[in-house]
Structures are given as C-alpha cells and as structure tokens.
C-alpha cells in the first residue's frame, strides 16, 4: 500500500469521508490539505468511528459529512429525517446495492444541488419570479440572494455554514453588500460566487469577481452556463 499522502484539495467532504475510511481501516494515511481548508476547524479524533449516527451529526457544527462517512463505510443504522445529505447518501447505497444484486454498473446522478438552483435561476431569468424552496444548506446563499431566507434564519436552519469554505453567513452578506454598491466580489468560495452572480445576471446588472475560478470545485462550466442563458448578454466576470 502506497504510503503517499493523500491530496484532497479544498474539500471538506473528501477531506472527512478519506479520513474517516483511514481511521476506520486503520491506515494512517496523511492528507494534504489546500487553500481555506488548512484552517477550517474539523474534528480530528479517531475514535468517532465508533459513534453512533446520530452523535456524527453533532460534530462540526452539524455537518452531515462524517454519518455519511459512516454509511459508505458499511453502517447499517438509520435515522428518523436524515439531513438532505445523509438521504441522498442512504439512496446512494441503496441504488448500488440493487444494482450490484442485479449485476448491473450504478448509474450516474446529476448534482440535485446544481440543477435546482439552475432551473430556479432561468425561470428567474425569463419570468422575474422563481418558487424556489432551500432545502439544505449549499441552498443557502442562492436562497439569501433571493431574500428568501436571511441569515439569522439560515444560521438557525444550517449551523454548519460557519464553517464551509468561508463563514457563509459573514460572507455572504459582504459579497451581497460589494455587489449593490458595485464593488468586486472578493469571495473564494464557490456557492457565494455563483448565487450573487446568478442573481445581479437575472437583474440584468454587472458584477465583477476577483476569483471566478473559484466555481470550478463544483461547477466548472458556469460562467458559460451564465452566458448560454442569455446570448444577447454576454456576462464577463472579470
């Protein structure tokens, strides 16, 4: 077994599912970690493999991160209302179970995520209104461009947004602030970018993004996605 370290990037997901295999499987394996995740505070004790789920979800400003972990990893426990996450992640199983029954390849899902923030940003576009629902926490900082949520409500409903890539809540509110006052979006976070940029696109209003790399981590064809939804307006980020 290579004992190379492990090269997760910036995210946090990878970051805890890796570790957590390594301290379930006893390997040891040493992460290398990159830009804000060197500083983001994730629980660092082996011996939450042992935890119950419903203890897992305690951790890390209730993350859903480290239960799915577990479930990958071979937990058959279940809880009542599972996070979005932990759903998706309980489906995920289940759906390459019964295809691995049936010797069948798992077939791919679309990132639920991306599209309803997507169909919600074009029917934004083209009718001024949108009936988007936020039902977990990535939906936040789309749903508080929308005045949908705000952000006591979204602390509230999502603690684990104090510590994704950045405070979501502080920084959402300072790229909201920069994009009414036509200030750059210094944000490196990904869902912030997109959500303020989706939204000044839908108003027909300019925005302008220090990093607009940074949507790659989850969304690498975006800025055209942005253009394609309306070719008359080109949208230049830089």
Not at 27 to 54: A, M, Q, T, W
């Amino acid at each position: 077994m290579s004992d190379e370290p492990v090269d997760v990037g910036e995210s946090g997901t990878l970051y805890r599912f890796l570790k957590f295999a390594s301290w379930k499987k006893e390997l040891n394996k040493k992460f290398i970690l990159h830009g804000s995740l060197k500083k983001r505070k994730i629980c660092d004790n082996p011996e939450i493999v042992s935890y119950p789920l419903k203890e897992l979800l305690k951790l890390d400003n209730r993350t859903s991160q480290w239960a799915s972990a577990a479930v990958l990893l071979g937990s058959e426990e279940r809880v009542d209302n599972p996070p979005y996450k932990l759903k998706l992640t309980y489906e995920a199983v289940e759906h390459w179970q019964q295809q691995r029954d049936k010797a069948r390849c798992w077939e791919l899902r679309y990132d639920e995520t991306i599209l309803r923030q997507a169909e919600a940003f074009l029917e934004l576009l083209n009718t001024g209104k949108t009936e988007f629902i936020p039902k977990q926490a990535e939906d936040y900082c789309f749903a508080r461009t929308l005045g949908i949520v705000t952000k006591e409500e979204g602390e509230s409903r999502w603690p684990s947004l104090r510590s994704h890539e950045s405070d979501r809540i502080l920084e959402m509110e300072g790229a909201l602030d920069n994009a009414d006052h036509g200030v750059e979006i210094t944000s490196k976070d990904h869902r912030v970018v997109q959500a303020v940029a989706m939204h000044r696109k839908a108003k027909g209003k300019e925005i302008k993004v220090k990093y607009p790399l940074s949507v790659n981590k989850s969304w690498p064809q975006f800025w055209k996605f942005l253009n394609d939804s309306d070719l008359k307006k080109p949208f230049n980020p830089l």
